[in-house]
């Protein structure tokens, strides 16, 4: 079974500079988490969909940040205006009716 | 509201020595808590999970017990390997679902 694929695996961007994140889920699995990730700190939930619906975003900084997911099976995060403070690996996990969430190996972001 | 402690931001330890990480937590209701790893270069992978139902839990020789009365769900292995170096996650699963992480415990095995 493939697991959760993210891509790029690493961006390095000037500030002001917009990036996008790919997500593919694992098959069948209908909740899709987008966390960030600083240096030496754990994850910090972003956004999560539940098929293609937001279920809860209140996380995302919505001046800069959107993420969809319009089929509920790949999603995307994107950055607008990129900021040396959105520096971090950002993790893309999707669950089954939210058990145990799988997560991908991520997106390393520097933001220069 | 929800919150989990990890008071140990690094854990240091030889090969075969014993493994001891602590984690503590606050919440409501009856919450379902989980071990999570994180390998360099990787993203985090669930090591165990456990509910009111069962109160134990173990995979790949670590162990975790739920303790309702100190609200701790302490991580142990009896001897650790030197592919145990990772970070490792106490984490909370709210009613509602959602993921509650602690900050993490680095531990490093010296060769």
């Known amino acids: 079974e493939a697991g959760v694929t993210q891509s790029p695996r690493y961006a390095v961007l000037q500030e002001g500079q917009a990036v996008s994140f790919w997500c593919d889920p694992i098959?069948?699995?209908?909740?899709l988490y987008w966390y960030q990730q600083p240096r030496d700190q754990g994850p910090q939930l972003l956004v999560y969909f539940r098929d293609e619906a937001v279920i809860d975003n209140s996380q995302l900084p919505s001046d800069r940040f959107s993420a969809v997911r319009p089929k509920g099976t790949n999603s995307t995060l994107k950055i607008q205006s990129a900021k040396q403070g959105d520096t971090a690996t950002y993790l893309c996990a999707s669950s089954f009716s939210q058990n145990t969430l799988y997560f991908g190996a991520g997106t390393r972001l520097s933001v220069l | 509201g929800n919150s989990v402690t990890q008071m140990q931001g690094q854990v240091t330890l030889s090969e075969e020595e014993f493994l001891f990480i602590n984690c503590t937590y606050s919440t409501t209701g009856y919450p379902t808590l989980f071990w999570y790893v994180q390998y360099p270069g990787e993203g985090p992978q669930l090591l165990l999970k456990?509910?009111?139902a069962n109160n134990k839990g173990s995979s790949r020789g670590f162990e975790a017990t739920y303790d309702k009365g100190t609200t701790s769900f302490h991580l142990q292995k009896a001897s650790v390997q030197e592919s145990d170096s990772a970070v490792y996650y106490c984490?909370?699963?709210?009613?509602?679902?959602?993921?509650?992480w602690g900050s993490g415990t680095k531990l490093i095995i010296k060769p």
């Open positions: 098959s069948g699995h209908d909740t």
């Open positions: 984490v909370l699963g709210d009613s509602n679902y959602q993921l509650i």
């Open positions: 456990v509910t009111t």
